[in-house]
Each structure stands twice: as C-alpha cells, then as structure tokens.
C-alpha cells in the first residue's frame, strides 16, 4: 500500500515539473498606438487570462506550448 502510494506521488510530481510554463508579459494598446488599460489578455483555448494595469502593461504565465494571446476591451 504504501510503495503504491509513493510511486503515484512521484509520477504526479514528474507530470508537474514537464508541464513547463513560461511568463508572458506586454502592452496593450489601440490601432492608433495609444494604451488600453483593462483590456483582457486570455491564453487563445482556455480559461487563464488577466487584465491590463493602468500602465496598460500586463504579465501572464502560459503554458509552454501555447500559440496565441487573446486581448479583448469593452468600450462603454
């Protein structure tokens, strides 16, 4: 029972270390270059995402064998 145990431990702590991420980070701004604070930037496939700062900048961890960046603003 417990050599079962350790083995599942140790394969789920081998499936972490090759799920490798990287940070992502940019500026969000218009067609006419001017910055987009709050727009959504969102890893294209998936739920994780976050928000611009007021500086427009954002930072995002994404998985290694990520494509795409969604980036996203709602006018009102």
């Given amino acids: 029972m417990r050599r079962n145990l350790l083995v599942i431990l140790l394969l789920g702590v081998c499936?972490?270390?090759y799920a490798q991420q990287r940070q992502i980070s940019?500026?969000?701004v218009d067609d006419a270059g001017?910055?987009?604070p709050g727009a959504n930037v969102i890893v294209k496939g998936t739920t994780e995402?976050?928000?611009t700062y007021l500086d427009c900048k954002y930072?995002?961890?994404v998985p290694?064998?990520?494509d795409a960046l969604i980036n996203s603003?709602?006018?009102l």
């Fill in 64 to 66: 290694e064998r990520s």
């Fill in 73 to 75: 603003f709602i006018a």
């Fill in 49 to 51: 995402g976050t928000t």
């Fill in 34 to 36: 001017e910055p987009v």
């Fill in 59 to 61: 930072r995002i961890t």
């Fill in 15 to 17: 499936a972490i270390g």
């Fill in 26 to 28: 940019g500026k969000v």
